[in-house]
């Protein structure tokens, strides 16, 4: 039975990468726009090489061209992590993410979604 990630997906991202450790994954943190939301959101996933493991989707890897064009990823809007140092940082912090301050905070705050990114 897959496990249910809906509104985990930075813990998601951290198990995909568990599961393929062995081929040096990547978890990114990025805002992306929902387009029947109306807004940026913040997401996580997991990459091995050009795949895409989005495990609040779904287990099956998706073309990374095809998802970042899906979910109109930026390179400007996300960061990557190496499993380790993504590890590290989520028992400094107690929290799987996000964690860049200068990319999820907004207005002094730790921001969710955007409707306007700056």
Known sequence: ?????????FKAAYDAACDHR??????VHAWI???DR??????????VNEQ????????????????YENLKVSKKKLIKYK???LFMLAMKNK????????????DGEWAEKLFKYP
């Open 1 to 9: 039975m897959q496990k249910n990630y809906d509104k985990l997906c």
């Open 95 to 106: 929290t799987w993410g996000p964690f860049d301050e200068k990319l999820f905070k907004h």
């Open 52 to 67: 895409v493991y989005d495990y609040v989707i779904e287990k099956d890897p998706f073309k990374r061209n095809d998802y």
């Open 38 to 47: 109306g807004y940026w959101f913040a997401h996580a996933w997991c990459e």
């Open 83 to 85: 499993l380790k140092d």
């Open 22 to 27: 062995d081929d040096y994954p990547v978890i």
């Open 33 to 35: 726009w929902g387009d």
